[in-house]
């Protein structure tokens, strides 16, 4: 194993500091490393609060700011926060009119969550997403993975949280939104957890994983390696035919941490050809790495089917180490 890293049991606090000192215009670190919250709160505004394990950087603290979340909550690599860092977070950003937790649907997030949620004594609404189309349950779920369609109703939730929207709205939004948003990925190789320090999976140099999770669980089935339009082909085909509609669309196209740019943009117009083809029209576009899986190569495609609220949100400003526009 090859890692820049001092030693495997301080990366994640080590990586948090770093990561503070970078952005210390928008964010502060929590007492005991327990969370990211955003360095200046808006008062009256519903508090959005997310987290999970760390490997998926930029997700989750890279989206803490304006126009998205308030707070995320960073647990061991690959593994859950516990909910004393959730209710500390809480605490935190709670500035009156509420919390708003958007957790993936992980067995250990939803566990932990909803107990932070019931012992924090607060008004707090939760969204799960489990955007993935590729199984029905995994290693660490029952029902769909929460992937990274979690981007999109982070992004679309925090703007309107950011224009005053209620408790109860955003929590309606939410839900819509990720009913609107499917995802599948692809892997051409494992991750290496670094307290592991071998691949978590093996995978041979002539195959690939289709449907794999951002943990490197089990996907559809493992299959020789194909062109890019063949595997576009099919990603869109399993995520139009689960939307079963027609119109206007993001095509997000996220790369897993260990494939170039250059892959990742070839991937994006080999999807936009198939999604045309299905009758969903790409006017939004997302290329680049933000729910990786460490080291992984390969990538995910999500769709985010637009209405008008979900496109104006969308567009709305946003200011965050990870995203950044409008503003």
Same mark, same amino acid.
């Given at each position: 194993?090859?890692? %820049?890293?001092?030693?495997?049991? *301080? ?20 007492? &005991? ?14 508090? %959005? ?7 998926? &950087? ?59 949620? &019931? ?20 290693? =660490? ?39 609107? *948003? ?85 991937? =994006? ?24 899986? %460490? ?8 769709? *985010? ?23």
């Amino acid at each position: 194993m090859k890692k %820049l890293i001092n030693d495997v049991a *301080t990366v994640l606090t080590e990586s948090l500091d770093g990561f503070a000192a970078a952005h210390a215009d928008l964010v502060t670190l929590g007492a &005991e490393h327990k969370f990211v919250r955003r360095k200046v709160l808006k008062p009256g505004k519903v508090a %959005l609060l997310s987290g999970g394990g760390a490997g998926h &950087e930029p997700l989750h603290a890279g989206f803490v700011g304006h126009g998205m979340l308030d707070a995320a909550c960073p647990g061991q690599v690959f593994t859950s926060p516990t909910p004393d860092q959730m209710m500390a977070a809480a605490d935190a950003v709670d500035t009156g009119a509420g919390l708003l937790f958007i957790v993936k649907n992980y067995e250990g997030d939803v566990m932990n969550f909803d107990m932070a949620r &019931e012992m924090c004594g607060r008004d707090v609404a939760t969204v799960i997403t489990d955007d993935d189309v590729a199984v029905e349950n995994s290693l =660490y779920t029952t029902g769909r993975r929460g992937v990274a369609g979690t981007l999109v109703v982070e992004k679309v939730v925090g703007a309107a949280a950011e224009r005053g929207a209620d408790l109860k709205t955003l929590k309606a939004l939410g839900d819509r939104v990720n009913k609107a *948003t499917r995802s599948m990925g692809v892997a051409l190789t494992s991750c290496t957890v670094p307290a592991a320090g071998k691949p978590t999976f093996d995978i041979g140099p002539a195959d690939m994983e289709m449907g794999v999770g951002i943990h490197g669980e089990p996907g559809r089935r493992r299959v020789p390696l194909q062109s890019a339009d063949a595997i576009a082909e099919e990603m869109v085909a399993a995520i139009a035919g689960d939307l079963g509609g027609k119109g206007n669309a993001l095509l997000f196209v996220n790369g897993f941490g260990g494939t170039p740019s250059m892959e990742l943009y070839l991937m =994006y117009e080999a999807a936009r050809k198939q999604l045309t083809r299905h009758g969903i029209t790409p006017v939004r576009a997302l290329v680049g790495s933000y729910v990786t899986s %460490l080291d992984m190569a390969g990538c995910s495609i999500t769709v *985010t089917m637009f209405d008008d609220e979900i496109a104006q949100h969308w567009d709305a400003p946003v200011h965050t180490a990870a995203l950044r526009w409008g503003l």
